[in-house]
């Protein structure tokens, strides 16, 4: 007897797309924060705390831009 509907694959179609989208919106999100609160402390004289702000917002857009081409190639592939 035929199959319509796969509920195992359509259940772990759904929970990895929540995870996806909620996961890479938190990552941005950090990257975001990095590059706002580097250029507030580079604004208040704290060059070594605005570098480690820069480095938390260049690994968040770095994770951001791996999880797109992670994406992509699942998708294409």
């Known amino acids: 007897m ?12 759904i929970v990895a797309s929540v995870v996806a989208g909620i996961g890479v919106t938190v990552v941005f999100s950090v990257a975001i924060w990095g590059a706002a609160r580097s250029v507030d402390l580079s604004r208040s004289e704290r060059p070594t705390a605005a570098a480690a702000a820069a480095a ?22």
């Open 2 to 13: 035929a199959v319509i509907v796969e509920t195992s694959d359509l259940l772990w179609t």
């Open 56 to 77: 938390v917002g260049v690994t968040g857009l770095a994770a951001t831009l791996g999880a797109v081409v992670v994406g992509l190639v699942v998708m294409v592939g």
